[in-house]
């Protein structure tokens, strides 16, 4: 069976919720679950009460509080849904929106067993993603000659906002192990997910969903990606709230977000105001939203 599971942790990142879920229901009819942490629990049952999204939450305690918290914890979570009909779960971030049908990543769940994203149309000889990876060399447990071959060659540059697996994926608690050793740093998640890439994918255990168009940023979008072959935005770093980074993405998000809040998707006029997120109550101040 397909399903989709997603995490919040603090409170920051509920509006975003709600517009990732508004827009993911128009492409999708499938399960789908939010990993809560208690923090975040008592709106996320508010957003799970509306019936127009159909959604289930599960209580979920990470596995630390400290930096890189929720990097780690992402990498736990498909595993814990191990169950006999053994699943194909796509993984999405908060910040996203869907814009077309998602079922091409599931199929590739189906074939291969694990599915990972590239970011635009990156790639890891690129001077930001080289660099990022280089960063694992410090971390002994870590295989040293997967740093290498990553770099030796134009791989995609994954970006682990949108990945998906079967909870019994040998990728799964490799990744795991190896983000929590390297949870020191920025964003483990994805530099290990580029060790994952050299490592299953020769062995038909891991496929690259590429182009961009299953994780495209509004700042970085290719120039030979149209808009209407986009299936899946992210507005990563809160481009979507910032429109001194990314006018485009504020621009994008926020006609969505309006949206929501009109139908008032996941009761969010009641809770919006209240989210301590410093770019949305600054949009706020402004009257941008």
């Excluded at 879920?21 to 208690?38: A, C, E, N, Q």
């Excluded at 630390?64 to 992402?74: E, I, M, R």
């Excluded at 997967?146 to 019994?168: C, H, K, Y």
Aim: glycine residues 6%; proline residues 7%; contains cysteine.
């Amino acid at each position: 069976m397909h399903r989709i599971c997603m995490l919040i942790s603090g409170p920051g990142h509920l509006p975003n919720l709600v517009v990732a879920l508004f827009t993911l229901r128009k492409h999708y009819v499938g399960p789908i679950d939010v990993f809560s942490w208690k923090e975040s629990l008592p709106i996320v049952k508010q957003i799970c009460m509306d019936n127009r999204l159909n959604i289930g939450y599960i209580p979920w305690k990470p596995l630390y509080h400290g930096h890189s918290d929720t990097y780690v914890d992402k990498t736990r979570l498909i595993q814990s849904l191990a169950s006999p009909s053994n699943d194909e779960v796509l993984f999405l971030d908060a910040d996203i929106t869907v814009h077309g049908n998602i079922s091409p990543l599931f199929a590739c769940i189906e074939k291969y067993g694990f599915v990972a994203t590239q970011f635009n149309d990156w790639v890891t000889t690129g001077n930001t993603i080289s660099g990022r990876i280089k960063t694992l060399e410090q971390f002994p447990e870590i295989d040293q000659t997967l740093i290498n071959q990553a770099l030796e060659r134009a791989w995609p540059s994954v970006n682990t906002g949108i990945f998906g697996g079967r909870p019994d994926s040998p990728v799964l608690p490799l990744w795991h192990r190896w983000t929590y050793a390297a949870k020191a740093t920025f964003i483990p998640d994805e530099k290990v997910m580029h060790l994952m890439m050299v490592k299953f994918g020769p062995s038909n255990e891991l496929a690259v969903a590429t182009t961009g168009m299953w994780n495209c940023s509004p700042k970085l979008q290719p120039k030979n990606l149209p808009d209407d072959q986009v299936k899946i935005r992210h507005f990563h770093g809160d481009s979507n709230l910032r429109p001194s980074k990314s006018k485009r993405g504020f621009d994008l998000w926020s006609a969505m977000y309006k949206q929501a809040m009109e139908l008032n998707i996941g009761n969010m006029r009641d809770w919006v105001a209240t989210i301590p997120n410093k770019h949305l109550q600054k949009l706020f101040a402004e009257k941008l939203l």
